[in-house]
């Protein structure tokens, strides 16, 4: 299943981590999720897709949320493996135990971008200015 998903063949998705292996992440790995929820009526509400995927869509944009935990560094990806996957359908409910963690929204940097643009036009016409000869 996580081979369509990814679009990759089975052989390459890696049974240590289904989604960094198969690629998976935004869109795809919210509808790969939903899709063992419908074929095996995973209960899914404790699953947090922040620790294991990159759910930007499109994969690699800024992300807005961070996953911090207890010494105040940033977590590193969770690999969801295929006995992870095997036990949830097995038990009807996602069972990975998390570490303690808070979860820091750093709001959307895109508003940055705007600004970014205008002044940086600003400053090279204030340059050129200042330096063309008179």
Do not use: C
Not at 12 to 17: G, K, S, Y
Not at 26 to 45: T, W
Not at 112 to 124: E, R
């Amino acid at each position: 299943m996580a081979a369509d998903y990814s679009g990759r063949r089975a052989e390459q998705v890696d049974r240590a981590d289904v989604f960094g292996a198969g690629k998976l992440a935004g869109d795809d790995a919210d509808e790969f999720i939903e899709a063992l929820v419908k074929s095996y009526g995973i209960d899914f509400a404790e699953f947090r897709d922040y620790l294991h995927y990159d759910g930007n869509d499109p994969q690699g944009s800024i992300s807005t949320s961070w996953a911090i935990g207890t010494d105040g560094k940033r977590l590193a990806i969770v690999p969801v493996s295929l006995a992870d996957l095997l036990s949830a359908a097995e038990s009807g409910k996602w069972q990975v135990a998390y570490p303690e963690h808070r979860l820091v929204d750093r709001g959307s940097l895109y508003f940055l971008v705007l600004p970014l643009i205008v002044g940086s036009i600003l400053l090279l016409i204030a340059l050129w200015g200042a330096w063309r000869p008179l």
